[in-house]
Nanobody, 114 residues
Framework: QVQLTESGGGLVQAGGSLRLSCAAS????????MGWYRQAPGKQRELVARITSGGSTNYADSVKGRFTISRVNARKTVYLQMDSLKPEDTAVYYCNVESRYDYWGKGTLVTVSS
């Protein structure tokens, strides 16, 4: 059984930083990409950042220059460094793993106060 364990969410003031972590455990044949999505109240889930097994990255326009995604393939772990946080970054952040199937974490809440 595959599990994604997320950590690092919390409350931070605008302009502050947080680092999210997500570790995948269980039988995953091959991970093609790992990423972070977020869902704010009343809004649809959206891609924040994604990184492939080869290291290619893509970011939502709203976070470019502020967020950095990275991964350690051997540990099946992905990180999201979030700097210069804004109140509009407030959301539940979900870890995603793309392999033969898609796997999702349970989410971690990030709250940015103004």
């Amino acid at each position: 059984q595959v599990q994604l364990t997320e950590s690092g969410g919390g409350l931070v003031q605008a302009g502050g930083s947080l680092r999210l972590s997500c570790a995948a455990s269980g039988s995953i044949f091959r991970i093609n990409a790992m990423g972070w999505y977020r869902q704010a109240p009343g809004k649809q889930r959206e891609l924040v950042a994604r990184i492939t097994s080869g290291g290619s990255t893509n970011y939502a326009d709203s976070v470019k220059g502020r967020f950095t995604i990275s991964r350690v393939n051997a540990r099946k772990t992905v990180y999201l460094q979030m700097d210069s946080l804004k109140p509009e970054d407030t959301a539940v952040y979900y870890c995603n793993v793309e392999s033969r199937y898609d796997y999702w974490g349970k989410g971690t809440l990030v709250t940015v106060s103004s």
